[in-house]
């Protein structure tokens, strides 16, 4: 069983900011969260920012400059500060997690949670 819980959607007007924050849970599994993807209607699911263990980052070239990744890893979260918010970002953001036991390794996704950038 592993738990994603991400939180911190809503709306909010163009050239505000948001903070999501992902944290994952798992009694058996160890649980690396990689990172952050969107899906707007009608569009693919894309990478906005990806961060691995030793935190090194990664970003979609449309985010670059406003949004921010990091992690805790002593709490297992990774968060996403989003500045400078516009309309084209508005989408379900997802977290995404490696679960691995042992040799198995297996891709995890949250709930999804909403960002509306609107006047």
């Known amino acids: 069983q592993v738990q994603l819980v991400e939180s911190g959607g809503g709306l909010v007007q163009p050239g505000g900011s948001l903070r999501l924050s992902c944290a994952a849970s798992?009694?058996?599994?160890?649980?690396?969260?990689r990172g952050w993807y969107r899906q707007a209607p009608g569009k693919e699911r894309e990478l906005v920012a990806g961060?691995?263990?030793?935190?090194?980052?990664n970003y979609a070239d449309s985010v670059k400059g406003r949004f921010t990744i990091s992690r805790d890893n002593a709490k297992n979260t990774v968060d996403l500060q989003m500045n400078s918010l516009r309309p084209d970002d508005t989408a379900v953001y997802y977290c995404?997690?490696?679960?691995?036991?042992?040799?198995?390794?297996?891709?995890?996704w949250g709930q999804g949670t909403q960002v509306t950038v609107s006047s």
């Open positions: 961060i691995t263990r030793d935190g090194t980052t």
């Open positions: 995404n997690a490696e679960a691995t036991l042992g040799p198995r390794r297996y891709d995890r």
């Open positions: 798992s009694s058996i599994f160890s649980i690396n969260i």
